[in-house]
């Protein structure tokens, strides 16, 4: 890759969740300019050699920095490395922005309710997507639907509250629904256990949420996953909902792998 392509950017901070989840901030270039929803190509430096990899923004388009949510695959070649970053380091920014899990490819139906729902570091776009106004004033629901394996995992419930106060005020009614899926003994405040495709299946992600997945007001957004994302789609074609072709239908995806 071309010099030009990229800059190099400063990390300002680390944040670790559990062993295998940490997130970081970067210094935001001026030219980057994202929609929420979008990601970024990250490099780092091995031996004179560049490895880039795909991250979903995580801070509002309108925020100073930029942040990122992130996995530990021991034996991954960008994130065995990663997982060493503190602040003061530098990482490559692809200088463009990517990807088209963004509320804009929504023309019909109309916005009415808003299902986001992720497994892992797939939360990552719809945390940003929550940091921006138009969602809030387009939908009257939204439902940010959060699988995880452990309670340690679920990283950022106090900031999905916390955004949720202050976006929430005068806007679309939010409702934040952690599921997880190991130790349920330990899971306290996650009242769902299962899959999201068999929660899907069984009704029980309707229930909670106490909306209908209907294919005249629903839009649902998935990420994360490969077998998730998968499995999800048919759980909700099996419903009646279609995938969202220039423009129209309800679901649009995005895998991490
Ligand atoms: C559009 C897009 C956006 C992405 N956004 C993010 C993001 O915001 N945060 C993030 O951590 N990753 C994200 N990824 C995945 C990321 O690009 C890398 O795959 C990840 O950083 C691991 O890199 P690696 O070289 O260490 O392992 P890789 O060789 O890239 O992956 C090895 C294996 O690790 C597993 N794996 C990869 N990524 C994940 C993950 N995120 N969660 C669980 N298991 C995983 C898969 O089994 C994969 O086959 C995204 C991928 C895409 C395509």
């Known amino acids: 890759m071309s010099e030009e392509k990229f800059t190099r950017e ?24 994202f929609s929420a929803g979008q990601f970024a190509r990250i490099g780092i430096e091995v031996d004179g050699e560049k490895i880039f990899r795909a991250y979903s923004v995580v801070s509002s388009p309108f925020a100073e920095q930029l942040e990122f949510f992130s996995i530990v695959v021991p034996d991954g070649a960008f994130t065995s ?14 200088k463009i922005p990517f990807g088209f899990l963004t509320l804009a490819r929504y023309q019909k139906p109309l916005p009415h309710d808003l299902w986001l729902l992720a497994t892992g570091t797939g939360l990552a776009p719809f945390l940003s997507m929550l940091q921006d106004f138009a969602p809030w004033q387009q939908y009257q629901q939204i439902i940010l639907a959060y699988s995880v394996r452990t309670r340690e995992e679920l990283a950022y419930a106090e900031e999905i509250d916390r955004i949720a106060q202050s976006f929430g005020e005068n806007g679309a009614n939010f409702q934040f629904l952690p599921i997880i899926t190991r130790d349920t003994i330990a899971a306290g405040d996650a009242a769902l256990h299962q899959r999201l495709p068999v929660l899907i299946e069984n009704g029980l992600l309707e229930q909670h949420a106490g909306i209908p997945l209907n294919p005249e007001t629903s839009h649902v957004m998935l990420c994360g996953n490969p077998q998730m994302v998968e499995d999800t789609r048919n759980a909700l074609k099996a419903r009646g909902l279609s995938m969202n072709r220039r423009g129209e239908g309800n679901i649009a995806v995005e895998n991490y792998w």
Request: net charge positive.
């Open 10 to 33: 400063t990390v300002l901070d680390v944040r670790r969740w559990s062993e295998n989840l940490f997130s970081f901030t970067l210094t935001r270039p001026a030219h980057f300019r």
């Open 81 to 94: 490395r990663l997982q060493h970053l503190k602040a003061g380091d530098n990482l490559l920014l692809e």
